[in-house]
């Protein structure tokens, strides 16, 4: 079976892989997480087991903060070192962070993660001051 689909390589990402919806469903992949199986459709199909596992519900949320004054003139982009609190925290997670500053990107990390990319679309420069808030880091929601 072949499959044609756009893909992002992220390095250190503790998943060893994700598929969105579009992609399972355009080839006719079927996971079902109560009976453990994965099942590909097509002309050679197959079906394996997979490995589930729970995680806790633990409550997981740290302020993420930039560690110096910076300026980010018009029209260009820059990396931000950040700070936040990562003890305690586990270190087979990853973890979604949505900054609060427009032209930020929204992140998938591990607890590793020590810089952000700003891009400043805008006409004008933007401050952002030390240890202003970006967000909180929080745990990745299950559904």
Do not use: C
């Not at 197959?46 to 995680?55: F, H, T």
């Not at 740290?62 to 003139?73: A, D, G």
């Not at 270190?91 to 998938?108: E, H, Q, S, T, V």
């Not at 990319?117 to 909180?136: A, E, V, W």
């Amino acid at each position: 079976m072949e499959i044609t689909a756009e893909i992002y390589l992220i390095s250190n990402l503790k998943a060893k892989l994700l598929l969105g919806v579009d992609v399972l469903d355009s080839i006719g992949i079927d996971i079902n997480f109560r009976n453990k199986i994965i099942t590909i459709a097509g002309e050679n199909g197959w079906k394996s087991n997979i490995y589930v596992y729970v995680k806790n519900n633990i409550r997981i949320r740290r302020n993420v903060r930039i560690l110096k004054q910076l300026i980010i003139i018009s029209h260009t982009a820059i990396t931000i070192p950040i700070d936040f609190e990562s003890d305690n925290l586990p270190d087979d997670r990853d973890f979604i962070f949505k900054p609060k500053y427009p032209g930020a990107y929204i992140y998938l990390v591990d607890t590793n993660f020590r810089v952000i990319y700003i891009r400043n679309d805008t006409d004008r420069s933007l401050k952002i001051n030390r240890k202003n808030h970006l967000r909180k880091l929080i745990k990745i929601k299950e559904e």
